[in-house]
C-alpha cells in the first residue's frame, strides 16, 4: 500500500499496531532526479502519514530506516552514525533528513 494512502488508516484501525518499522520509500535517485516533487511527497508526505496515524493510533515504537548513502557518501568509516561527515551525493538528500526530526517533534 502507498505510505501516502488515506486507506492506511483503515489499517491502522483494523490491526492497531503496537510497533512501525518504516522503510518505505521512493528511493530511485534517477526518479528522484526526474521528478522531485514525486520523490518528496513519497518520501516526506508519505512518513509524515505514517507518523500522524502512529501517534493518532497510540503505536509505542516507531522505527525509521534511511539509507542515508546519497547523504554521507563513501564512509569515512562503520557503521555511519548522525555524526558521520556528510558528501552529498545526489540533490534529493534533504529530504532525507526531515522525517527523524518530525518524529522526535511528534513525541
Keep these: 500500500m502507498d505510505i ?3 486507506a492506511l488508516a483503515e489499517v491502522f484501525e483494523r490491526e492497531r499496531p503496537e510497533a ?3 522503510h518505505a520509500a521512493q528511493m530511485s535517485v534517477r526518479v528522484s532526479m526526474a521528478d522531485p516533487m ?3 511527497e513519497v518520501n516526506v508526505l508519505g512518513s509524515l502519514n505514517l507518523i500522524r496515524l502512529s501517534l493518532q493510533y497510540g503505536v509505542k515504537k516507531f522505527i525509521y530506516i534511511s539509507s542515508g548513502g ?3 557518501g563513501e564512509p569515512i568509516y562503520l557503521p555511519c552514525g548522525a555524526a558521520h561527515p556528510r558528501k552529498v551525493l545526489v540533490s534529493f538528500w534533504p529530504e532525507k ?3 527523524p526530526g518530525f518524529g522526535a517533534a511528534s513525541t
Design 70 to 72: 546519497a547523504v554521507y
Design 20 to 22: 512501525v518499522d518504516h
Design 4 to 6: 501516502r494512502s488515506p
Design 38 to 40: 514525486y520523490d518528496a
Design 97 to 99: 533528513q526531515p522525517s
